[in-house]
């Protein structure tokens, strides 16, 4: 029971999906410390100076990082199965499962090479470049870089089309180029290979210059060349881009449908009702120190703190909201005054409900509705008069 208990704290700490607590943000921390740790160890190792002189001191902070990363892979292999999803295939193929999985694969990259250079014989420089490779395991405790990698994924297909196409450019101009500066420049255009070093630094608009054409007909292919490059590397981007905003736009729509199921008046809501809620929230970011509410202000928002924290100045002590929390609720029940003045303690990103999308979706959606009513009623005796309903 004890080794069950303490497997499940690294499960919390190491795989669970809600990443909101200290010591979850501290060792996070910790471990992207650790990284570029290790990745400026192996930097400076590359230097010959700085090698004699710190060799030891190299060899040990080297030594101290790829332990700390080697136990936090150990012992992600040992909680995995705490999941619900990698304890019903069993405790090997599940831990099997999760080693495959590509967050996975990039933190064994990361430590791999350090113990292939204790036991291997193979040339140092090389084995330096693959141990370089575990500054890729800073993804895991990124949200933005773990976005974009899914986009990665979620867009393999398209990028691996647009780069097809980058890759037929790439040919065509440089037979082309062949043909029209083949006999000024052999050297430089002789064979297709040849001219395809510039062709490469041509169609991705770097234009390194130490190849150019001299013949009129080169040069007016040359810019031709240029303007494609532009077009065809701008397609993957604009595929990157759109995906990347995809991605955002989904985490942020989950952090919504979480937020909107602690409210007590949503809770015991079907999914579908939650997330059509979340899909009428507005988000913004507020200053530090900022008035959201006054008191008598009219009631018409309701607030979701996804990030900082805000002060309710009651009037005998004030209470101190923090992320995850809500209020103005009473706004998408009765037109009352606000009965305290609310001030952002940092800067804060919210989501809001106004009233008048709420009683949209109150007609709606007849579940909503009666469960609103029912929470009115245990809570002041009788069915509220909702106005607009």
């Known amino acids: 029971m004890e080794a069950n208990t303490l497997r499940y704290r690294a499960y919390r700490l190491l795989i669970d999906g809600g990443r909101g607590s200290i010591w979850t943000k501290a060792f996070d921390a910790f471990m992207v410390a650790i990284i570029f740790l290790s990745t400026g160890s192996v930097i400076a190792e590359s230097v010959p100076s700085v090698a004699a002189l710190y060799g030891t001191v190299i060899e040990t902070v080297d030594l101290l990082t790829m332990g700390a990363v080697t136990v936090e892979y150990v012992t992600r292999l040992w909680a995995c199965v705490d999941d619900s ?51 890729l395991k800073v993804a895991r405790y990124s949200p933005a870089l773990a976005s974009v990698m899914s ?8 990028l691996l089309a647009a780069l097809y196409l980058l890759l037929v450019a790439l040919v065509m101009v440089a037979g082309i ?82 937020l909107v199921a602690k409210v007590p008046s949503f809770r015991g809501l079907p999914a579908d009702a939650i997330a059509e809620i979340a899909s009428v929230l507005q988000s913004t970011v507020v200053g ?21 924290m805000v002060k309710v100045e009651l009037p005998d002590t004030p209470v101190y909201l923090q992320r995850g929390e809500f209020f ?11 009965q305290a003045t609310i001030v952002t303690v940092e ?21 909503i509705r009666e469960a609103i009513e029912k929470v009115l009623e245990a809570r002041f005796g009788a069915p509220p008069q909702t106005p607009g309903i």
């Open 288 to 308: 530090a120190h900022q008035v959201l509410i006054e008191r008598g202000a009219t009631a018409e928002r309701i607030y979701f703190l996804v990030e900082g």
């Open 85 to 135: 999803y990698f304890a019903k295939m069993g405790p090997w193929k599940g831990r099997l499962s999760y080693a495959l999985s590509p967050m996975m694969v990039i933190d064994l990259i990361a430590f791999l090479p350090f113990y292939l250079a204790l036991f291997s014989a193979l040339d140092f420089r090389f084995l330096l470049v693959l141990r370089l490779l575990r500054i």
């Open 177 to 258: 180029m062949y043909h029209l500066e083949g006999d000024a420049q052999p050297e430089a255009f002789g064979t297709i290979p040849r001219a395809m070093w510039w062709a490469i630094i041509t169609v991705t608009t770097v234009g390194y210059g130490d190849v150019t054409p001299i013949t009129a007909a080169g040069k007016i292919f040359a810019g031709f060349s240029a303007l494609l490059g532009i077009m065809v590397c701008a397609v993957p981007a604009g595929i990157m881009a759109s995906s990347f905003i995809a991605e955002v736009r989904k985490r942020d729509f989950v952090v919504s449908c979480q």
């Open 347 to 367: 800067e804060c990103r919210l989501l809001y409900l106004d009233r008048e999308p709420f009683l949209e979706l109150l007609r709606s959606h007849p579940s």
């Open 151 to 158: 986009a990665v994924v979620a867009e393999r297909k398209a």
């Open 328 to 338: 103005g609720e009473r706004a998408l029940l009765y037109n009352r005054p606000r």
